[in-house]
């Protein structure tokens, strides 16, 4: 599960790892040195992070922007008063990986949900054989009951168990997300009484 702690308001704080972790998905392992780096120099140039993690500058770009392009960078562009060149600092924006990581949690929910609803709403058949296709009631029988892999017969498949998983993980997923969302009311300690 992720790492994000819940704050007063609705300020949410993630951790280091999931921020690590979301690098590592969106631009690879380099992406995790480029965001170490950032964690720890915020405002650091491109040309700066090529040096210190030994890649070359276009990829240094190329992942600054896939980071930037999911909304969890920003720049701050400035111009060298000598080469009148621009200069792009860069900066980490916890509160907008927040917002990637609650829209793609919702979108896994939906495809979970109509995932569900194909497992409840639909008969399969299967033969049993790892790896091979499911097939619904109308597509076993234009197979005449037979596996298009294999050819042995198409038996009813139970799917119970599948359904109480998907179940389990959409609450786990609700439960996530509204602890995400929900509105925190600010405790009151002794001192500030």
Not at 101 to 108: G, L
Not at 141 to 169: Q, Y
């Amino acid at each position: 599960m992720l790492a994000i702690r819940v704050r007063v308001g609705m300020l949410l704080i993630i951790e280091k790892e999931t921020l690590l972790e979301l690098a590592r998905l969106v631009a690879g392992e380099n992406g995790v040195g480029v965001m170490k780096l950032l964690l720890r120099k915020p405002g650091i140039v491109d040309e700066e992070i090529s040096r210190r993690l030994k890649l070359d500058v276009r990829e240094v770009r190329k992942i600054l922007h896939k980071l930037g392009g999911i909304g969890i960078l920003h720049y701050e562009l400035t111009r060298d008063k000598e080469t009148e060149h621009r200069i792009f600092k860069w900066y980490v924006q916890q509160e907008q990986a927040i917002g990637f990581i609650i829209s793609n949690m919702n979108k896994i929910l939906d495809r979970l949900k109509q995932k569900l609803e194909t497992e409840e709403s639909n008969q399969f058949y299967w033969c049993g054989t790892l790896g091979h296709p499911r097939l619904l009631f109308d597509q076993a029988m234009e197979k005449l009951f037979r596996c298009p892999v294999c050819g042995k017969p198409l038996e009813p498949h139970e799917n119970e168990e599948l359904i109480k998983a998907l179940r389990w993980k959409i609450e786990e997923i609700e439960k996530a997300l509204k602890e995400m969302t929900e509105v925190k009311k600010p405790e009151i300690t002794e001192e500030a009484k």
